[in-house]
């Protein structure tokens, strides 16, 4: 290991974010009741122009009369270039701060966009006499956010995770798409000929950098790294095979902009039974090769060494952490 540590963010359970518009009140109760991780009320961009200062009050009421359990709330801003952004910091987090866990911040770009909202944040707390610190959720969705995601990450005590915004940061990119995730005819490989001359088209994945970049700079410092939209929510195949991907890569969580998406994050962030056996034998035999001197010993007929155990306990923790709830 590098001389350097790494501290890590507070330990939160992050497998599914749901987003709840904030100008939808009649889906509070419901949400709460869902099997939601984390619930982000929205203000930003499911929210009209029109409706931003009402949606506003409505989240102050639903935080403060519903009944959220364990979950972790909370609430999407504005963006700071925007004149909403002072007053969804200051009313929310003044009115409501007490039930508030994080707030996001959308099409951050640069650090001194979250030193701006640490500020404002902090002020508020110290002045309410708030014991508890709000985390801070940042929404990677910007050519600019994308260059600077490694000061981002940095930039303060108070990040917990980076999410992917697949949707703006296609938007961003001037990408030629129009869906929120999911992948594209277009982005893919034909195969030579084969003898009968017949050619196969294989799809691929061009978020992939893009997520593994974010990932890097979110486990470099200690955060979760959490994958964004996928806006058919009638496509729950597609929906699985994005969320896999991008556990695959380190995320450990996905957003769900319907309810129906829940399940399936929760399954796909949640390490299997036959996961957690497979990393149990792992640990087993890896301390008994430790007990007869040996560095690395086979399993299954594939090597395993010291670096297969911190991959095996990954996994176990994550396990355990699930199982507390
Ligand atoms: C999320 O905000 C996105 O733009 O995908
Ligand atoms: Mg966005």
Same mark, same amino acid.
């Given at each position: 290991? #590098?001389?350097?540590?790494? %501290?890590q963010a507070t330990a939160r359970l992050n497998r599914s974010e749901l987003a709840v518009p904030g100008s939808q009140p009649?889906?509070?109760?419901?949400?709460? /009741?869902?099997? $939601?991780?984390?619930?982000?009320?929205?203000?930003?961009?499911?929210?009209?122009?029109?409706?931003?200062?009402?949606?506003?009050?409505?989240?102050?009421?639903?935080?403060?009369?519903?009944?959220?359990?364990? /979950?972790?709330?909370?609430?999407?801003?504005?963006?700071? %270039?925007?004149? *909403?952004?002072?007053?969804?910091? +200051?009313?929310? @987090?003044e009115q409501a701060g007490e039930r508030l866990d994080l707030i996001m911040i959308p099409k951050v770009g640069t650090a001194?966009?979250? *030193?701006?909202?640490?500020?404002?944040?902090?002020?508020?707390?110290? =002045? &309410?006499?708030?014991? /508890?610190?709000?985390?801070?959720?940042?929404?990677?969705?910007?050519?600019?956010?994308?260059?600077? @995601?490694?000061?981002?990450?940095?930039?303060?005590?108070?990040?917990?995770?980076?999410?992917?915004?697949? =949707?703006? *940061?296609? =938007?961003?990119?001037?990408? !030629?798409?129009?869906?929120?995730?999911?992948?594209?005819?277009? *982005?893919?490989?034909?195969?030579?000929?084969?003898?009968?001359?017949?050619?196969? +088209?294989?799809?691929?994945?061009?978020?992939?950098? $893009?997520?593994?970049?974010?990932?890097?700079?979110? !486990?470099?410092?200690?955060?979760?790294?959490?994958?964004?939209?996928?806006?058919?929510?009638?496509?729950?195949?597609?929906? &699985?095979?994005?969320?896999?991907?991008?556990?695959?890569?380190?995320?450990?969580?996905?957003?769900?902009?319907?309810?129906?998406?829940?399940?399936?994050?929760?399954? +796909?962030? #949640?390490?299997?039974?036959?996961?957690?056996? &497979?990393?149990?034998?792992?640990?087993?035999?890896?301390?008994?090769?430790?007990?007869?001197? &040996?560095?690395?010993?086979?399993?299954?007929?594939?090597?395993?060494?010291?670096?297969?155990?911190?991959?095996?306990?990954?996994? +176990?923790e994550k396990a355990k952490q699930i199982a507390a709830g």
């Amino acid at each position: 290991m #590098s001389f350097h540590p790494i %501290d890590q963010a507070t330990a939160r359970l992050n497998r599914s974010e749901l987003a709840v518009p904030g100008s939808q009140p009649e889906m509070f109760e419901k949400a709460a /009741k869902s099997d $939601a991780d984390v619930i982000f009320l929205d203000l930003e961009d499911a929210v009209a122009p029109d409706e931003k200062e009402q949606a506003r009050k409505n989240i102050i009421k639903g935080l403060n009369e519903i009944d959220w359990g364990t /979950k972790s709330m909370s609430i999407r801003i504005n963006g700071l %270039d925007t004149h *909403y952004m002072y007053r969804d910091v +200051v009313d929310v @987090v003044e009115q409501a701060g007490e039930r508030l866990d994080l707030i996001m911040i959308p099409k951050v770009g640069t650090a001194a966009d979250v *030193y701006a909202i640490d500020m404002m944040v902090t002020q508020i707390e110290d =002045a &309410k006499g708030f014991k /508890k610190r709000i985390g801070f959720e940042h929404i990677i969705e910007t050519a600019l956010g994308m260059q600077n @995601v490694n000061e981002i990450a940095a930039a303060s005590k108070r990040n917990e995770s980076l999410h992917f915004g697949v =949707a703006d *940061y296609a =938007a961003s990119m001037r990408a !030629r798409t129009t869906v929120i995730g999911g992948v594209n005819e277009h *982005y893919s490989v034909l195969t030579d000929p084969a003898e009968d001359g017949s050619r196969e +088209v294989h799809w691929g994945d061009m978020w992939h950098s $893009a997520i593994a970049n974010m990932v890097v700079a979110a !486990r470099a410092n200690g955060l979760r790294p959490i994958d964004g939209p996928f806006g058919d929510f009638s496509d729950p195949a597609g929906y &699985k095979a994005a969320a896999f991907r991008a556990a695959v890569l380190g995320c450990e969580g996905k957003w769900a902009i319907h309810p129906s998406q829940l399940a399936l994050a929760n399954e +796909v962030m #949640s390490p299997s039974d036959a996961e957690v056996t &497979k990393a149990n034998r792992i640990i087993e035999a890896m301390a008994a090769a430790e007990a007869a001197g &040996k560095g690395a010993v086979s399993l299954d007929g594939r090597l395993i060494d010291y670096a297969s155990i911190r991959q095996a306990e990954n996994l +176990v923790e994550k396990a355990k952490q699930i199982a507390a709830g």
